[in-house]
């Protein structure tokens, strides 16, 4: 079953949020230093850069506006191409930050901790209500789309490490993997026909993995246009 963004954004929010901190919850103190498929950042950075995004939430959620919106779940991604001084900004800002919790557990714990203040605050919220979040204005319910996409996808950055046999390299959610191929196939004006799973989609159309020869050849000038954000 995919969501939309209008319906059921709650359900759909915690169960990205369930699933991520489901990961994390397997992770012991030496797990938090391994590489995730985000460069430059252990498991440890990448938490606490979801952290921020789960704060950004509750203030979202908790800042009405009466202003029309200018994004939805789809078009709030156009901001987001890849950008290379920013990422390098972004890296170290999420670096030092999480270099703050002498113990993996403090920053696993207060990432579960906010992430159900949020599903909390969203399964009170009403859908059509307009909030603000990053200089624009968004729907309620398009805005938790924004949010289990991004936890969603940094689910896949955060297993890319761990053995596939082990019991924290669980994988995303279903339904809400199916909301990210939603947003990318607004993103990119329809579905690309490579046969790809929804993992895969995401990774190649996220720049997290490269197009096979086979793929590129099905894609034709619409890998041009890939990655659509990162």
């Known amino acids: 079953m995919v969501y939309t963004a209008a319906a059921e954004g709650s359900a759909l929010v915690g169960a990205a949020y369930t699933a991520f901190g489901a990961v994390l919850r397997g992770l012991g103190e ?3 230093w391994r590489p995730t498929g985000c460069t430059g950042w252990a498991v440890r950075d990448l938490t606490y850069h979801c952290l921020g995004d789960a704060r950004r939430a509750l203030v979202a959620l908790h800042s009405p506006t009466p202003d ?6 789809v078009t709030y991604w156009q901001d987001w ?12 800002n999420a670096r030092v930050g999480a270099s703050m919790f002498l113990h993996w557990a ?6 579960t901790e906010t992430t159900l203040a949020v599903t909390d605050a969203a399964e009170h919220a009403d859908p ?21 996409v991004e936890a969603t996808i940094h689910h896949l950055d955060l297993t890319l490490d761990l053995p596939p046999d082990t019991p924290a390299a669980r994988p995303p959610d279903d339904a809400a993997l199916g909301e990210v191929r939603r947003v990318l196939d607004g993103l990119l004006g329809g579905p690309p026909d490579p046969g790809w799973s929804d993992e895969r989609y995401a990774r190649v159309a996220t720049g997290r993995a490269a197009a096979t020869a086979g793929e590129a050849r099905v894609l034709g000038a619409l890998l041009e246009r890939l990655p659509v954000f990162s």
Do not use: F, M
Request: no cysteine; hydrophobic share 40%; charged share 30%.
């Open 30 to 32: 030496e797990d938090s």
């Open 81 to 92: 191409a890849p950008d290379p001084v920013g990422a390098a900004h972004g890296r170290r």
């Open 128 to 148: 059509a209500a307009r909030i603000r979040t990053q200089g624009h204005v968004l729907a309620a319910g398009d805005l938790l789309s924004t949010l289990a």
């Open 106 to 111: 403090d920053l696993r714990d207060l990432y």
């Open 68 to 73: 029309a919106a200018d994004r939805d779940a």
